[in-house]
Nanobody, 123 residues
Framework: QVQLVESGGGSVQAGGSLRLSCSAF????????GAWFRQAPGKEREGVAG???????SYAVSVKGRFTISRDNAKNTMYLQMNRLEPEDTAVYYC?????????????????WGQGTQVTVSS
């Protein structure tokens, strides 16, 4: 059974940092799209960071320069390092993995999702 499990969420003050982890059970990130999405109350789920099968990253404009996505295929784990956090980053963060197809921040390629982890940034 495929399972993605996020950890590392929490509450921080603006300017702080958090590192999210996504561990894959019964699954390998190798050869897959991997991405972090987030959903704030009343808003649609949006992609914030993705990693292509070859390891190249892609970022939403709102997080570029502050967030870093990485993946350790040997550990079947994906990470999101979030620095200089802002109140606007408050959301539930989800990791996702799927077959490479089209735009990395579209929902279509992703067949597996984690349960989400809350990130709250206070001003």
């Amino acid at each position: 059974q495929v399972q993605l499990v996020e950890s590392g969420g929490g509450s921080v003050q603006a300017g702080g940092s958090l590192r999210l982890s996504c561990s894959a059970f019964g699954y390998s990130f190798s050869g897959k799209y991997g991405a972090w999405f987030r959903q704030a109350p009343g808003k649609e789920r949006e992609g914030v960071a993705g990693v292509y099968p070859g390891g190249s990253p892609s970022y939403a404009v709102s997080v570029k320069g502050r967030f870093t996505i990485s993946r350790d295929n040997a550990k079947n784990t994906m990470y999101l390092q979030m620095n200089r956090l802002e109140p606007e980053d408050t959301a539930v963060y989800y990791c996702a993995a799927g077959n490479p197809s089209g735009y990395i921040f579209a929902h279509g390629p992703y067949t597996d999702w984690g349960q989400g982890t809350q990130v709250t940034v206070s001003s």
